[in-house]
């Protein structure tokens, strides 16, 4: 089975002014993480009560599951609304949903480095997920190096998300000219 993207006459159309607007949005969000001392993005506190309401549902899944089910939930509601926003082919919506996935990176990298040294002040349980969850898989020691790579993952996320939002308002101008 092969995925494709729905004919860009599907998807609503972005006017420049709007476009634009959403470009410099997302360059200054980038900003924002790229220089903001403390690791976690503005949206930190929409992220962490998603991360808490996380724990308890996916604890139902197990002791483990119920630990990591805090960061699978910052990544999941994001992606959840972008999958929405795709059925609904509404461009401006898939953009910011995914856009905002990647940018939870920040965070759980920011999290994930604090695994040794369990340095950050933790809400809960007191209990720092990543700490249990690298100890028990052995990686402790590379919390560090694991958290680097999230946070490039992210990084890259975020530039092909707008790329993708370039790419796709192109499309659609294309189709509509035609």
């Known amino acids: 089975m ?18 634009i607007a959403w470009l410099v949005f997302y360059a200054l969000f980038a900003l924002h993480i790229a220089t903001d001392g403390d690791g976690f993005p503005i949206t930190h506190p929409v992220n962490l009560v998603i991360h ?15 630990i990591l089910g805090g960061t699978l ?27 905002w996935m990647f940018t939870t990176s920040s965070g759980i990298a920011t999290y994930m480095a604090d695994a040794r040294t369990v340095a950050l002040p933790l809400i809960g349980s007191g209990d720092h997920d990543w700490e249990i969850l690298f100890g028990q898989w052995g990686v402790l020691h590379l919390d560090t190096k694991i958290a680097a790579v999230v946070r490039a993952l992210g990084w890259l996320g975020m530039a092909g998300t707008a790329g993708w939002f370039v790419w796709i308002r192109q499309r659609i101008a294309a189709v509509r000219e035609a």
């Open 73 to 99: 939930a910052e990544i999941l509601v994001p992606l959840l609304i972008a999958a929405y926003f795709f059925r609904q082919r509404h461009t401006t919506g898939v953009t910011f949903a995914l856009f």
């Open 2 to 19: 092969r995925f494709s993207l729905p004919p860009a006459d599907e998807w609503q159309p972005v006017s420049r002014p709007v476009f």
């Open 52 to 66: 808490e309401a996380g724990h308890p549902i996916f604890h139902a899944f197990g002791y483990t599951m119920g």
